[in-house]
């Protein structure tokens, strides 16, 4: 029944992509706008800051593993930053979405849901999701690719900034971007569009099935937390995986 619900709202937010592009929608004017200062603008401390950490522990890790075996770590600036580019960046801002992002549209669509504002939307002749979900969506696919280029540069520059005062690495060695190319950018633009999409999508699924009251309402939270979380992953190793197949010794 999940994955039901699940294709049936996205089905439904692509026809409803299509109506507001083609101008057969009814929507408030500037609705983008204000998701995107509440997906984006509200979310950009937390990104910036888990991603910094997270950055400067991965680089302490490696070069202190490094240290052990080779002692040379004049190469983990490039690796790192190939792999922050193709991948960290994207996955661990889409993690960081799903747990603020959807529990938030999953708890706003569920309070709609169980008190029937959503019967009355569909009763003065507004379709729920051109209303609701679809503002959602197109800001959450900008943002995230924003988020992600932002955290990305966060984490990486922690990284660097951890890499010179812990093991004394050359910040011109660590901080060389030649080894990075337009498949590695590609790669990560493709799945932080995809995760942009999945997020509020998952969350809006979960917020339009709640049952209930506030009960009903905290476990369609709970699930869009969890849903969109497994969604970021399976996506993360779905494109891996055609990317390693598609363009093989490039990434």
């Known amino acids: 029944r999940w994955p039901a619900q699940l294709a049936a709202v996205l089905a439904d937010t692509a026809g409803g992509v299509v109506r507001r592009v083609t101008g057969r929608s009814r929507h408030r004017r500037g609705d983008v706008l204000v998701q995107l200062h509440l997906l984006g603008n509200r979310s950009l401390g937390f990104v910036l800051i888990t991603l910094g950490f997270l950055g400067m522990v ?5 070069c202190l593993q490094l240290s052990r075996i080779t002692g040379d770590t004049s190469q983990i600036g490039q690796q790192f930053l190939r792999l922050v580019t193709s991948d960290l960046a994207a996955t661990l801002t889409g993690l960081m979405l799903a747990t603020r992002v959807g529990a938030g549209i999953a ?3 569920g309070s709609m849901k169980v008190t029937e504002q959503l ?12 209303y609701l979900v679809v503002p959602r969506v197109l800001a959450s696919m900008v943002m995230t690719v924003v988020l992600s280029v932002l955290g990305g540069l966060a ?4 990284a660097g900034l951890t890499a010179k005062l812990s093991f004394q690495v050359n910040p ?6 030649s080894s990075v190319t337009f498949t590695h950018l590609a790669v990560g633009l493709v799945k932080a569009l995809s995760y942009g999409v999945a997020v509020p999508v998952v969350a809006a699924a979960c917020g339009l099935t709640a049952r ?6 905290g476990h369609a939270t709970t699930s869009a937390v969890i849903g969109g979380s497994f969604a ?3 996506l993360d190793l779905i494109w891996s995986i055609a990317a390693y197949l598609a363009f093989p010794g490039r990434l």
Do not use: C, H, K
């Open 119 to 130: 019967d009355a939307l569909r009763m003065s002749g507004v379709l729920p999701i051109d």
């Open 107 to 109: 708890a706003e669509l």
């Open 155 to 158: 984490m990486f520059a922690a």
């Open 212 to 217: 209930g009251s506030s009960e009903g309402v």
């Open 58 to 62: 991965m680089a302490y890790q490696a």
């Open 172 to 177: 011109t060695v660590f901080f060389d971007a």
């Open 232 to 234: 970021v992953l399976t």
